[in-house]
């Protein structure tokens, strides 16, 4: 290699953070819901969960997915009518 020049191969896992930028793991996830992860893994089973990807034995959920999935769990309460006739 001549002075001046870099390699183009950077250390394995060196940019690891830089590749998962965006997604979060499903024991991170349960830790930000306030879920265990088995109720992650029945949702995902019941197809219930936020959409996620399998890389070999790692769950990773899209950060972005997650906040839409949230989003179309919120639910507005209806207003309760008043108990009792006049007054």
């Known amino acids: ?10 250390p394995y896992g060196a940019n690891t ?6 997604w979060i793991s499903r024991t991170d996830l349960a830790r930000e819901l306030g ?12 197809r219930r969960g936020p959409a996620f990807v399998k890389a070999g034995r790692k769950i990773l ?10 989003e179309t769990q ?5 207003r309760r009518a008043r108990a009792g006739g006049r007054r």
């Open 17 to 22: 953070a830089a590749l998962l930028q965006g």
């Open 35 to 46: 879920v265990c992860e088995e109720t992650l893994r029945r949702w995902a089973d019941a």
């Open 1 to 10: 290699m001549t002075p001046g020049e870099q390699t183009t191969t950077a």
């Open 61 to 70: 959920y899209r950060r972005a997915a997650v906040l839409e999935w949230l």
């Open 74 to 78: 919120e639910k507005v309460s209806p």
